[in-house]
């Protein structure tokens, strides 16, 4: 059974950054779809990146793209998620996913397509 734990978030001002994490255990696929999603209060839970840990370019959504990256660290079975020039509406609950998969595949951006969910990491952003 996958289980992912996110750490990194906390309270940061506008401009700020922070580095998330996604540590996995009991991957029983070399090759894993890992996404961050993000859901505000009263909001529907969005993409932030994806990306194969088995190689290929990953996803970024347009929210975030410029200010974020995606990176595995296959060595630790972590994927880190690095933000930067934080704004107030980046403030929302983080969590990661992840899904079994073949290396270089492009993996899915829609959340319901992840089989494995951590706990999330609350990230807020003051103006």
């Known amino acids: 059974q996958v289980q992912l734990v996110e750490s990194g978030g906390g309270s940061v001002e506008a401009g700020g950054s922070l580095t998330l994490s996604c540590a996995a255990t009991g991957y029983t696929y070399n090759s894993n779809c890992v996404g961050w999603f993000r859901q505000a209060p009263g909001a529907e839970r969005e993409t932030v990146a994806v990306?194969?840990?088995?190689?290929?370019?990953?996803y970024y959504a347009d929210s975030v793209k410029g200010r974020s990256t995606i990176s595995p660290d296959n060595a630790n079975n972590t994927v880190i998620l690095q933000m930067s020039s934080l704004k107030p509406e980046d403030t929302a609950m983080y969590y990661c996913?992840?899904?079994?998969?073949?290396?270089?595949?492009?993996?899915?951006?829609?959340?319901?397509?992840?089989?494995?969910w951590g706990q999330g990491t609350q990230v807020t952003v003051a103006s």
């Open positions: 996913a992840a899904v079994p998969t073949v290396a270089m595949v492009i993996c899915s951006r829609h959340p319901y397509e992840y089989t494995s």
């Open positions: 990306i194969n840990t088995g190689g290929g370019l990953p």
